[in-house]
């Protein structure tokens, strides 16, 4: 899925605001291999910005004013 340039910006705020790794994660958060992206099984690395959206979904849409 390609994530535009908006959500991108909001989603780099939410991490900074919410004090979350480069993943969206807690600090601290450990991963095998080193990254979340990379699933191993296929050899395949996904893009993080989709993959912070596949586990904080509410980050998709623009907040209400």
Do not use: C, H, S
């Not at 899925?1 to 994660?25: C, L, P, Q, S, Y």
């Not at 095998?32 to 993959?51: I, S, V």
Request: hydrophobic letters at 30%; charged letters at 35%; aromatic letters at 10%.
């Amino acid at each position: 899925m390609a994530v535009d340039e908006a959500t991108k910006k909001r989603i780099d705020a939410w991490i900074k605001a919410e004090g979350r790794n480069d993943f969206g994660d807690p600090q601290g958060t450990n991963y095998a291999g080193g990254t979340p992206l990379f699933d191993m099984r296929t050899g395949r690395t996904r893009d993080r910005y989709d993959y912070i959206l596949e586990r904080n979904p509410q980050l998709k849409q623009e907040p209400a004013v």
